[in-house]
């Protein structure tokens, strides 16, 4: 099975993901790699571009021995492992190749990063940074403090990140909350890249989300679908921090994720029903527009119509920008 690089947001220590990859290693034998970002590392000079190396060499780490990858990463490191997987996805020619009934070389055949998990998150747009599509207006949950060069919570972090889970819990991971960059999130545009036009992506919405709201999150899904993305849209009944408050489920939608891209469908099969009735309760939908339910045209309709809209409008923005310089 590939193994599991996991990016953590902003403020947020790569800990946060103990409760899934936990449930990976002892109950599926799934190899899982953390990933701490320079951004959350109490230092107001780290990048955007320390942040993507950071992750990068973690997925190579991986790569170089052969093994393939998938890419799970919440809020702002969406944006960190989207730009880390530039030029570390299987080629169209090599998989055309490893299709072929004609014998082939004998060679070392490298991992390849094969799927993204998106929780919560954002679909990068190649050139921007992560505070552009805000026009550089912080959300009102947080302040810029020029001062300290932090990007400094304003928001109470229970509300924000873990209204949904136990308060002693809760307690536990506000202390475990760390200092963020404002490097990171205003520049470094020139690093980013739009990593999941080149791979399927796994969506996961979080429905009761206090910080980033879900319908924006739907309206991205369309835009990134309508610039061709190929997007498996689950939405969870979640505060911004499913990986918390509901590991069962996230990793039900992981195993998903493995089960499309290693073509080892008994197997994951098999180690997702072992996670019993939890993960199918009603947590988790699949967002569809229903002919017969109009409240579907509404809820999941409209934002995704706005997002195709958007993404449709970026595409033929960014063709005739290419023909106008051409000419």
Known sequence: MPTLVFVPGSWHKPACYDKIIKLFQDKHNIRCVSVALPSTFDNPNATFKDDIDAARNAITSETTQGR????????????????????????????????????????????????LVLIASGFTITGLSFMDPLFGIPPPSWRVDKESGYAVLIANPHELFYHDVPADEADYWVNQLTTQSLKALFEGREHAYAGWQDVPTWYIGTVEDRGLPVVLQRVQVGMARGQGGVVHHTELKSSHSPFLSLPEDVVEIILDAIQVVSGMQNQVKHASDELGETRRGKARETPNVIFR???????????????????????????????WTRN
């Open 68 to 115: 393939d990858v998938i890419v799970i990463a919440h809020s702002y490191g969406g944006m960190v492992g989207n730009s880390a997987i530039k030029g570390l996805t299987q080629p169209k020619s090599s998989s055309s190749n490893l299709a072929s009934t004609e014998p082939q070389p004998q060679r070392a055949r490298p991992g390849y990063v094969k799927a």
């Open 293 to 323: 339910a109009p409240y579907t045209w509404f809820r999941f309709g409209i934002p995704f119509f706005i997002g195709r809209v958007l993404g449709w409008g970026f595409v033929a923005f960014m063709g005739l920008r290419k023909l």
